[in-house]
């Protein structure tokens, strides 16, 4: 019998690397065509936080502000994998990272959850 071992490849990262670039790519377009013309001139902040009031969107947000922070901090992984450092930094820093990419998602989600609430923010 052996023994349970974890896959310790980058081709995980790399493919989700990948994958992400490929949804915020498209995210960035669908948002760009809604704000520069779907949207009647001039755009307000009323007009967006009507917008906003679409669960739909809601979840669109969401899932884009974490492609981003995803995108963006498997990145700097990526590059710190290129210098080779210990086992123990990469430990502490991939630690570090993923608290980091919790806590900006949390206040994404912070910031956009009150503009689904009808008179949430004035």
Known sequence: MGYLTRNTSHS???????ISAIFLAAGLLIHFWVLHFTI???VTFEKVQ???HSPMWIVFD????????YHALNGAWNITL???????????FGW?????GVALVGIGVYIIIPFSIVGGVQ
């Open 50 to 52: 009507s917008r906003l």
């Open 96 to 100: 570090f990272l993923f608290f980091i």
């Open 40 to 42: 009647e001139r001039p």
């Open 82 to 92: 290129d210098y080779n450092p210990s086992a123990s930094f990469k430990k502490v």
């Open 62 to 69: 969401i899932l884009l502000l974490a492609a981003a922070i």
């Open 12 to 18: 995980f990262g790399w493919f989700m690397q990948r």
